[in-house]
């Protein structure tokens, strides 16, 4: 007898909170007996009530709601990205998310999860592949991270250092993530 949808988004939640690593959205429909559609439509229901579930590359996890964020507006060419995301992750910081807000399509956004050098040297080489463009290009630079840190000390160093190179507009806020929507627009 297959579970219950509440009663399956209560486990996926109790699973992802207790996770050590991303959990890939085969394994749960395997788990639960369903197809991964239905897990896609669970965390798209589950997100609504738990901002801090993020679907990343290796699957789905759920961010520590104790750990500090910070919402930083900042603006550089293409070719400062490198140095301001390793500038983040060097101090300690998670880049969980970039987005734009666009004055007609208003909140654009995309997951990073980027923690590490290794992550910003991927990131960079999938954007020089040629693939596609980097969001920020979209309104002239300008764009939001939402980073995560274990302390705000952390976060006011990366503050510091973003100030320093002239990368930082403003700090926008401390908001969950994918909750830009009382920002002002650019």
């Not at 290794?118 to 020089?128: E, G, L, Q, T, Y």
């Not at 300008?142 to 952390?154: E, G, L, N, P, Q």
């Not at 510091?160 to 993530?177: D, F, M, N, S």
Request: hydrophobic letters at 40%; charged letters at 25%; zero cysteines.
């Amino acid at each position: 007898m297959a579970i219950r949808g509440e009663e399956r988004r209560a486990k996926i939640i109790e699973i992802l909170s207790n996770a050590t690593a991303a959990v890939k959205g085969s394994e749960l429909a395997e788990q639960f007996g369903v197809s991964r559609q239905v897990i896609v439509n669970d965390i798209a229901i589950l997100r609504a009530a738990h901002p801090d579930l993020m679907a990343v590359k290796a699957g789905y996890t759920m961010m520590n709601n104790t750990e500090n964020r910070r919402v930083f507006k900042v603006n550089h060419s293409d070719d400062e990205t490198e140095d301001e995301l390793s500038l983040i992750v060097s101090a300690g910081g998670t880049v969980q998310d970039v987005y734009v807000e666009h004055k007609i399509y208003g909140t654009i956004s995309a997951p990073l999860n980027i923690s590490s050098l290794r992550d910003v040297k991927n990131f960079i080489a999938d954007m020089k592949s040629g693939v596609s463009t980097p969001l920020k290009n979209i309104t002239h630079g300008y764009h939001y991270h939402t980073v995560k840190a274990r302390s705000t000390k952390i976060l006011d160093e990366i503050e510091a250092g973003l100030k320093e190179r002239g990368y930082l507009i403003e700090v926008a806020a401390t908001k969950p993530v994918y909750s830009p929507k009382d920002y002002s627009e650019i």
